[in-house]
């Protein structure tokens, strides 16, 4: 595969990746959550990973190509970041302890939450299903690579990026406020606020683009 396709893509898919949205909210979520660090952050990979073996064997461009499946993805991953966050806001409103207790939610929930997380979220729809086909060649000549496989390495380089600037984020906010447990239930707040709004906002844009 042209290695030029591969850094071009990856430029591309890392800008995004950085930019702060849903997965860093839950991201930061996961850090202040003790040990649902780790399954969260895996399950949020591992969405990434699913809607990657969804673009390669062709749900990608089914989807691409239906934009009314799309509105439904879109729609129902509002819904579930809606969810995110009013639970994270009710749990933030409770006795101090409750912060910084490690075991409030299970390991198990914290994955398939962070895989709801990802699997829903629109960034990660937009890089997998939009613009991976987009640096994938159909050539058949000799020793070429199989478009699926195009796909699924390019996918795979977008999933070990977030698995960089994810984990990042969570141990940042885990460590810089480890002794500050009351910064810890502002930032909590913050978090479930931001993927609250985030929520509103793509729920917001799907109406106005139905009328």
Not at 79 to 86: K, N, R, S
Not at 169 to 189: D, E
Request: charged share 5%.
């Amino acid at each position: 595969m042209d290695p030029a396709l591969i850094m071009g893509f990856w430029g591309v898919a890392a800008l995004l990746v950085c930019t702060p949205g849903a997965d860093w909210a839950y991201a930061v979520t996961a850090g202040l959550g003790g040990r649902a660090l780790l399954p969260s952050i895996g399950g949020i990979l591992f969405g990434y990973l699913l809607v990657v073996v969804a673009v390669a064997v062709g749900l990608g461009a089914l989807v691409a190509a239906n934009p009314v499946l799309l509105d439904v993805l879109t729609v129902g991953g509002a819904l579930y970041l809606l969810w995110i966050g009013i639970n994270g806001l009710v749990r933030s409103a409770g006795p101090l302890s409750a912060h910084t207790a490690d075991g409030s939610v299970s390991p198990f929930a914290s994955f398939l939450r962070g895989a709801g997380v990802s699997g829903f979220n629109p960034k990660g729809l937009l890089v997998l299903v939009a613009l991976v086909p987009q640096f994938t060649t159909t050539t058949t000549a000799h020793g070429a690579w199989a478009p699926a496989a195009q796909m699924l390495l390019l996918g795979g380089l977008f999933v070990a990026t977030c698995a960089v600037v994810y984990l990042t984020v969570a141990v940042l906010a885990r460590r810089l406020l480890a002794a500050r447990p009351r910064g810890t239930i502002v930032l909590a707040r913050v978090s479930a606020i931001a993927m609250t709004l985030i929520g509103l906002g793509l729920l917001v844009e799907r109406v106005a683009q139905a009328f």
